[in-house]
């Protein structure tokens, strides 16, 4: 038998299930993803430390966990939170079933309980704080209180937090056309990556792009990257509230400076905008997703894109030099921008997607040809 389990919100509603992970108990925000498939990813994605993800959709597990699908060395999200998980994984690439991933990493989960009415909660209400506990003895109250007590994201920088710790050259080549192989690409340009949680799909594609990729603490000066002189500079995805990450908007503003070519995705879109003086800011339940339509302003093409932020660009607040090329058709929020002096541009979404579709995955010759006629 499993073990039971209990998640709390801070708003004081209760559900009871099943531990489906390591038993001990976590607190963190907890926030609905739509994705129908790559929970692994999601786990693995540092964008989400600190947050406890629910996924919507009912049956996860069903293909296992592996190696190559994860999306740094290990799981960010704070716990897990799921209708249902399969007795018995099935699918070829599969070594390890959801249930022991988990444990084997100290995340605790849970199954069980009524996701729709979870989700419903955190759609009116907006994301929530709560506790998630699972083992033999679980306390309501104690989980209440505990879920009361996280202070929430607002203010908190995280990008520092999973952040590496020294630069590495990142050598994985890409992969062959039916994925089974990775093989060697001409390098084209250099390219220093801003580690603030990135996705390692990122990086395979700008590696598949031809680019040489240096990836870089957060914290790392900009005057240390410009004296590496590269082609182009990348403002990584990550977690927590971009208005925290002082050194990286300060960093993100001497780039901009420079006139060198600058990318950025996500919690980088947020910290590009506020290195330009615009305000950020928390959104009711963010957008965590892999169907989600975005416009693009220059063509009126519609892309279904991958999310995961919580917090969002101000576009009223941005500086004039400034040209919005893509908005979220769920509610018109920013989802990017390009600047009109300077060979610079970011996007909110995830256009590695992983999981997710592949529609917005031209930003990334976009980068290339950007550094090309930059030269
Ligand atoms: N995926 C990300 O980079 C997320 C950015 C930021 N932490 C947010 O929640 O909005």
Redo the contacts with the bound molecule.
């Keep these: 038998m499993p073990h039971p389990a209990l998640l709390a919100l801070e708003d004081g509603s209760v559900f009871h299930g099943h531990s489906v992970g390591a038993t001990g108990e976590t607190v963190g925000e907890v926030v609905f993803n739509t994705a129908m498939t790559g929970y692994q990813e999601i786990l693995t994605?540092p964008?989400?430390a600190r947050?406890i993800v629910t996924l919507t959709y009912p049956h996860i597990g069903n293909t296992g966990c592996n190696v190559a699908d994860a999306e740094s060395d290990r799981v960010h999200t704070a716990g897990l939170i799921v209708r249902d998980v399969p007795r018995r994984p099935s699918n070829w690439r599969s070594t390890e079933s959801l249930p022991d991933y988990l444990g084997r990493h100290g995340i605790v989960a849970i199954a069980g309980i009524d996701t729709r009415r979870l989700t419903r909660i955190l759609r009116d209400k907006g994301a929530l704080n709560g506790c998630l506990v699972a083992g033999e003895s679980i306390d309501a109250e104690a989980a209440l209180a505990k879920a009361r007590a996280f202070p929430g994201?607002n203010g908190m920088d995280?990008?520092k937090v999973v952040s590496v710790n020294k630069p590495y050259n990142w050598n994985e080549g890409v992969y062959d056309l039916d994925h089974t192989a990775f093989h060697e690409t001409d390098k084209r340009f250099n390219v220093v990556a801003y580690d603030?949680?990135v996705k390692r799909n990122i990086l395979r594609l700008l590696a598949e792009r031809g680019c040489e990729i240096t990836v870089v603490p957060a914290q790392t000066p900009a005057a240390e990257v410009l004296a590496m002189e590269p082609d182009g500079v990348f403002l990584?995805?990550?977690?927590?509230?971009?208005a925290a990450c002082d050194y990286a908007i300060a960093a993100a503003r001497e780039f901009l400076a420079a006139e060198i070519p600058l990318f950025g995705?996500?919690?980088?879109?947020?910290i590009m905008g506020a290195a330009l003086g615009a305000k950020?800011m928390k959104?009711k339940f963010?957008h965590h997703g892999a169907n989600h339509p975005v416009k693009d302003l220059d063509d009126g093409r519609v892309l279904i894109t991958s999310?995961?932020?919580?917090?969002?660009v101000d576009a009223s607040t941005l500086p004039s030099n400034v040209r919005v090329t893509h908005t979220s058709l769920f509610d018109g929020s920013l989802q990017g921008f390009a600047l009109t002096d300077r060979p610079a541009f970011c996007f909110?979404g995830?256009p590695e997607a992983s999981p997710g579709p592949h529609d917005i995955g031209y930003l990334f010759d976009r980068f290339a040809k950007l550094m090309q006629e930059t030269r």
Excluded at 236 to 242: A, H, I, R, V
Excluded at 307 to 312: E, L, R, T
Aim: aromatic letters at 10%; glycine letters at 18%; one cysteine or more.
């Design positions: 994605d964008s989400y947050q994201l995280l990008a603030y949680g990584s995805n990550g977690p927590g509230d971009p995705i996500c919690l980088g879109h947020q950020t959104m963010g999310q995961n932020h919580g917090f969002a909110q995830h």
